[in-house]
């Protein structure tokens, strides 16, 4: 794709789905926590009894989900957060798990969440953090779906474990087409819906007085404390989805979280698409999610 200055431009190639998809009327909203912006935005009627949240991965953000919000069927109330130093949250001194759970569980807090019915769908890190905030509060959450998230077993070995995040330090570019065009995938990987990149690079980015830069704050990718030897146990209703030529999830890696979790949580793979799932294949994605939800819900109700 030859990009320009101009989104609308770019996305002229873009399928009708899309582009319709990302006209929806948004509500971005501001609220704070230790003192620091924290920003979201909703989507649909806060009546609504079911609410869905969705999380985006490590150095992404909330427009990650924003074509693809839409399609999730069924009434519900849609939450979707910018985490804490990612997208347009203020940066903190330290991230962790606890602060991320309490990032989210503000917002559903100040949205009236408490007696609803909430379920968490979360891509990479965003799958971790919603496997996470299960576990830590058995019997709150109506659900969980975990995007090509990576759990290896307690007594993995991470002295060998190669990270595939950018460690350099955040770098300005003096224009706007420069930094566009160095928007990458991490892990690495090709993507055939160029379309779907151009659209989360527009928004991935910042002007300052320093120059063009990402939005997120680098620091995330070697201060945040990883789930090493954490033990998920998950007793709401959960989904696993695997993209089938994804690089983080070796055979080792799936076979244990069969084993591990085949009794509380269900396993799907989606074979044409990689790590970023939500990129390669959306509309099956989400194909499988709606599924899913509509399975939970008839059956918490009937």
């Known amino acids: ?81 910018d985490l804490p130093g990612m997208g347009e949250s203020d940066f903190h001194e330290e991230y962790s798990f606890p602060l991320f759970q309490k990032a989210i569980e503000h917002i559903l807090e100040i949205e009236s969440c408490a007696h609803k019915k909430v379920v968490l769908i979360g891509h990479s890190l965003g799958g971790h953090i919603a496997g996470y905030m299960v576990s830590e509060r058995k019997g709150f959450y109506e659900g969980m779906v975990m995007i090509d998230t990576p759990i290896r077993p307690p007594s993995y070995d991470y002295t060998s474990h190669k990270a595939s995040i950018p460690i350099r330090k955040i770098k300005y570019y003096e224009d706007k087409l420069t930094i566009l065009n160095r928007f990458r995938l991490m892990p690495p990987q090709d993507c055939q819906n160029d379309w779907y990149l151009r659209y989360i690079a527009e928004h991935s980015i910042k002007e300052t007085s320093e120059g063009w830069r990402w939005r997120f704050d680098d620091t995330i990718f070697h201060s945040l404390n990883r789930l090493h030897g954490y033990e998920f146990e998950f007793t709401c209703p959960s989904l696993f989805i695997a993209g089938g030529k994804s690089l983080l999830l070796d055979s080792r890696i799936m076979q244990y979280m069969q084993e591990a ?42």
């Open 1 to 81: 794709m030859e990009i320009t200055n101009n989104l609308n431009q770019d996305l002229h190639k873009a399928p009708d789905w899309f582009k319709q998809a990302i006209k929806q009327n948004y509500e971005r909203k501001e609220t704070a926590i230790e003192n620091k912006k924290l920003v979201y935005q909703t989507l649909g009627d806060s009546k609504e009894d079911v609410v869905i949240v969705l999380i985006h991965g490590t150095g992404a953000h909330k427009d990650w989900w924003s074509p693809l919000g839409s399609l999730l069927k069924g009434n519900h109330y849609l939450i979707v957060p």
């Open 261 to 302: 979790f085949k009794s509380s949580m269900d396993f799907e793979v989606i074979d044409n698409a990689a790590h970023h799932v939500l990129l390669d294949e959306p509309l099956l994605l989400m194909d499988v999610i709606n599924g899913k939800l509509k399975q939970w819900m008839i059956h918490k109700t009937s």
